[in-house]
């Protein structure tokens, strides 16, 4: 029986709740056999990283990472480190994980689950049955370009400089992983960019026209300005199904998405990193969309679920796992279809807390699977 190796990094906020549901789950399916062993180790990054190490992710921490089957990550940040220097503060343990693992894709599925379709901000018909994956470029563009700094003018003025690049391969490798997932789900692709104001978006448009023409005819592929596409997803999201963009116009799209599915806490995530042409394994980090939630961090109210979503992904990317993938996200479901809700999908006055929903997914577990 394989052995997984997991490498799991709470970080900080809601982050390590979050991260203590999802061990349970991962005991659930250990306990259960057939999959596979779980070997998980943990380390801190973040805030916590700091704290200990003075930076926001160690040196052994990213060796761990690098000799992972899948890393897990819940999520950095927090008004507690507010003021440390740029280079070490939280997010900068998140960037060089996604930078040094080469994670240049990142999916984002946006499922509005049927229980849900009255927890949206948007009505009912809008929302259900969305099934829509938008594929974020995660390792280029502004968020990494150079020159990246605040320069002093000598006026009194300053000027913060960040650097939106992308070469060619950049684009095409992203604009394949979206054109290749596309023929698994409805054949539709619209590709998001500015080419109407960025060169980088010219080039984006070109090379992933390109790209379709030589390898993908058979996919139906449209091309988007940004900005309507941020608006169409919010007037009539189900015209969607693979959406491929920059890095920094998936971050914000992605958090647009969450809201259809009724919460950030619902959107889970993978990293995916290009095949090793020896072995076909990628370097895989999986994470919720969602951050550190500082605001209810504490309370024990998060919504653990694409967290765990999120190690669904891991079993259907990383380890070779769809059945259980499958089990797993249907004990989602079913959890949900029982009425169980934290506050943020609309639990009111009878919302439960992070371990009341962890427990109903492994009630769910144990009846999908019985
Ligand atoms: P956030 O995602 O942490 O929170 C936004 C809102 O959504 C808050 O009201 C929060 O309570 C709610 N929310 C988020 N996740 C939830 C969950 N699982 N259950 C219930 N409610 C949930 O975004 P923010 O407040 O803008 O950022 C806080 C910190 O997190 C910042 O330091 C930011 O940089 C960081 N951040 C980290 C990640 C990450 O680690 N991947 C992602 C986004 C933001
Ligand atoms: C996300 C987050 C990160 C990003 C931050 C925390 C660096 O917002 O994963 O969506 O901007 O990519
Ligand atoms: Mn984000």
Redesign the pocket.
């Known amino acids: 029986m394989a052995t997984h190796k997991l490498l799991l990094l709470p970080g900080d906020g809601i982050g390590p709740e979050i991260a203590g549901a999802l061990k349970k789950v991962i005991a659930w399916f250990d306990a259960r056999g057939g999959g596979g062993v779980y070997s998980i180790e943990e380390d801190v990054v973040g805030g916590a990283a700091y704290d200990r190490h003075g930076v926001a992710i160690s040196d052994a921490a990213m060796a761990l990472a690098q000799e992972s089957d899948a890393v897990l990550f819940g999520?950095?940040?927090g008004p507690k480190w507010a003021s440390v220097p740029y280079e070490v503060r939280?997010?900068a343990g998140?960037?060089r994980l996604?930078k040094d693992l080469g994670l240049f894709a990142?999916l984002r599925p946006a499922i509005c689950y049927p229980a849900l379709a009255e927890s949206s901000s948007l009505k009912r018909e809008i929302v259900e049955g969305l099934d829509i994956l938008i594929v974020r470029e995660?390792t280029g563009g502004v968020?990494f370009g150079e020159p990246k700094e605040i320069i002093d003018l000598g006026n009194g003025q300053k000027r913060g400089i960040d650097t939106q690049i992308y070469d060619t391969y950049e684009i095409e490798r992203i604009a394949r992983v979206a054109f290749d997932l596309a023929r698994t789900r409805s054949n539709k692709v619209a590709s998001a960019e500015k080419h109407n104001v960025m060169k980088s978006g010219v080039l984006w448009k070109e090379v992933v026209t390109a790209l379709h023409g030589r390898d993908y005819t058979d996919v139906k592929l449209e091309h988007i300005l940004a900005d309507n596409c941020a608006m169409q997803l919010v007037r009539a999201p189900k015209q969607f199904d693979v959406i491929v963009c920059d890095?920094?116009f998936g971050?914000i799209l992605?958090?647009v998405a969450a809201m259809l599915t009724g919460s950030l806490g619902m959107l889970p995530?993978a990293a995916l990193g290009a095949a090793d042409p020896m072995t076909g394994r990628r370097k895989s980090m999986y994470?919720p969309?969602?951050?550190s939630a500082p605001d209810i961090a504490g309370t024990g109210a998060a919504n653990p679920i694409a967290m765990i979503a999120s190690f669904a992904m891991a079993l259907r990317y990383s380890l070779g796992q769809v059945a259980e993938a499958d089990l797993l996200e249907a004990a989602i479901a079913a959890a949900l279809a029982t009425g169980v809700r934290t506050r943020d999908i609309g639990g009111g006055e009878a919302s439960v807390g992070t371990e009341v929903m962890t427990d109903a997914i492994l009630a769910a577990l144990e009846r999908l699977s019985a």
């Open positions: 999520a950095v940040g939280p997010e998140l960037l996604r990142n995660l968020y890095n920094l971050d992605s958090d995530s994470e969309v969602h951050g």
